[in-house]
């Protein structure tokens, strides 16, 4: 069982940067691959960003690619999401997941824990 807590959201103007994190319990954090997920009102969860574990890959989707790092730390049971250059379309709740494998995949159904999440609002 692994428990995630995301913090870090909140109101930011856009081209603003936030950093998310994902804290989770037990101590088995680095044998989970994470990921970033988001979801804005009446839309579908979309995978935005995950980090393997071993040998810590990243994965981002087109959307997010070069503004938003994934990145965790093993010592610290701890993910994270840098966000930069915020723009409006970026605002959702953001939730960080769990998956029990080696690979990274942006479908939610092959996550096995999930946070409550976060919300992140960008004005224009």
């Known amino acids: 069982q692994v428990q995630l807590v995301e913090s870090g959201g909140g109101l930011v103007q856009a081209g603003g940067s936030l950093r998310l994190s994902c804290a989770a319990s037990?101590?088995?954090?680095?044998?989970?691959?994470m990921g970033w997920f988001r979801q804005a009102p009446g839309q579908e969860r979309e995978f935005v960003a995950g980090?393997?574990?071993?040998?810590?890959?990243?994965y981002y989707s087109d959307s997010v690619k070069g503004r938003f790092s994934i990145s965790r730390d093993n010592a610290k049971n701890t993910a994270f999401l840098q966000m930069n250059s915020l723009a409006p379309e970026d605002t959702a709740v953001y939730y960080c997941?769990?998956?029990?494998?080696?690979?990274?995949?942006?479908?939610?159904?092959?996550?096995?824990?999930w946070g409550q999440g976060t919300q992140v609002t960008v004005s224009s």
């Open positions: 997941a769990a998956r029990g494998s080696r690979w990274s995949s942006t479908d939610p159904s092959a996550y096995d824990y």
């Open positions: 037990g101590r088995t954090f680095s044998s989970y691959t």
């Open positions: 980090i393997t574990r071993g040998d810590v890959s990243t």
